[in-house]
DNA sequence: TATATTGGTCAACATGGCTGACGTAAAACC
DNA sequence: GGTTTTACGTCAGCCATGTTGACCAATATA
């Protein structure tokens, strides 16, 4: 301890500065979500309904496969989920144009109601934060939570705005 | 649709850029403990004993009450996952000196090789996006977490800051 | 001494992951 | 046309981790 030379001092600071990352991370997705999930909590519902109404409103017509490959939970799992929304009425499905063994998830009103309510809810905490922070702040942000994914993940969202119809 | 002004077109750019900060923050988070969670798993314990192992190995000595407060939940919650941590080995406790109702919690040597392990995978995968990154957008980063945390969350971790012996 | 604080315990329950087994309809292939 | 694969669903049960509520013991403090 007593002998710390350069080296040392600068590993401890990274070693501090990754910690930091990985603290800031925790708090910053336990607040983000915190509020979203009281309002589900209203309506009887967890995040993974947040989840599956978050991306269903995102994909409008994607099929059970394709929301499970991004939300990498089981379908028993995600069937669950997904009876309770349809029941509910927040969540309809057809059966697809060219093969009609899919089941295309589509939002009701009520299901639009819903996502729009929690989404500017989450947005209005990003909008506060980006605005205190900065343009240039707010591309770092963005830059090293992509460095944060797994090369799976980044692929996934490459071809999710390929196939995104904007 | 068709007589959409600029106003308009600001909008919708700008909820774009709010949902994909949403996105990255999910996909972020899932990648990011993913990968500790399955040396976890291999030990039978789950991301609640990693919690608890990370902020006592944070804060050696810390009493329950204070693990409490940062982690946000309930102590019938913790009690489990601490038992289940002292009895296989990862934590000791020791009464408070000058209150001896606290019982001070701390990392066992296993403990402590536990922790370093998990967290140096974290911090590695931190290590690697702050490098691709670069300092400024590591600087934006952590400008734009600490906008998105609740206030107490602000409080509590600024006077973890000043508690801390370092 | 009376009260508040620190911490633990037991019981019961909900959510949301998981595995495994099995079924059904439709597409794709040989 | 028959077989295989795919997309999806269901039932049953398990586990981790959160919750409430009630209750208890030791100790600090006014």
């Known amino acids: 301890m007593a002998d710390v030379k350069p080296i040392g001092k600068a590993l401890f600071l ?14 910053a997705y336990r607040d983000f979500t915190g ?3 009281s ?12 989840r599956a109404i978050y991306f269903i ?10 929301l499970l490959t991004i939300l990498c939970i089981t379908k028993q799992s995600l ?3 997904l009876s309770g929304l349809m029941q ?6 057809k059966p697809g144009a060219t093969d009609r063994r899919q089941r295309l998830l589509y939002l009701t009103e009520t299901g639009i109601a819903l996502e ?3 989404t500017s809810l989450q947005g209005r905490r990003f909008a506060a934060a980006y605005r205190e922070a900065g343009v240039d702040a707010v591309d770092g942000f963005q830059r090293v939570l992509r460095g944060l994914l797994d ?3 980044i692929d996934q969202i490459a071809q999710q705005d390929q196939t995104s119809d904007i």
């Open 88 to 93: 509910d009425g927040y969540v309809t499905q």
């Open 116 to 118: 729009s309510r929690l």
């Open 79 to 81: 069937s669950r989920v």
């Open 39 to 50: 309002i589900l909590a209203e309506q009887n519902m967890g995040r993974a309904h947040h």
């Open 35 to 37: 509020e979203a999930d």
């Open 57 to 66: 409103g995102r994909n409008p017509g994607i099929t059970v496969s394709d």
């Open 14 to 27: 990274r070693e501090e500065e990754l910690r930091r990352g990985i603290e800031l991370m925790f708090f």
């Open 151 to 153: 090369s799976d993940t």
